[in-house]
């Protein structure tokens, strides 16, 4: 069974930057891989998706702009870059998978495999 084991969250201030990273235990380059957030008091949302070995990549209105997903297959690794944060960006985030492509990921709002325990990103005003 595939395992998720997300870093990188931290304290920025408005303005900053952050590269989240996301670590797979099992073999994930065949996968579509997403990432996700949960802020305080809302159900977890999706953020950015993208598919296994093409550039087609997927963003939530609120961060397209601002957010980079990418990949590295060699390292069963997946990436998000976060420019220009803000506050409202606050949350716990978390990576996951699909099989069926990222355009499922958009589509479900959520992967197939079990979540980790995602990492903390605090921006401060």
């Known amino acids: 069974q595939v395992q998720l084991v997300e870093s990188g969250g931290g304290l920025v201030q408005a303005g900053g930057s952050l590269r989240l990273s996301c670590v797979a235990s099992g073999r994930t380059f065949s996968y579509a891989m997403g990432w996700f957030r949960q802020r305080p008091g809302k159900e977890r949302e999706f953020v950015a998706a993208?598919?296994?070995?093409?550039?087609?990549?997927y963003y939530a209105d609120s961060v397209k702009g601002r957010f980079n997903i990418s990949r590295d297959n060699g390292k069963n690794t997946v990436y998000l870059q976060m420019n220009s944060l803000k506050p409202e960006d606050t949350a716990i985030y978390y990576c996951n998978f699909s099989p069926r492509g990222p355009e499922s990921i958009v589509r479900m709002s959520s992967g197939f495999g079990p979540w980790g325990q995602g990492t903390q990103v605090t921006v401060s005003s």
């Open positions: 993208i598919a296994s070995s093409d550039s087609r990549t």
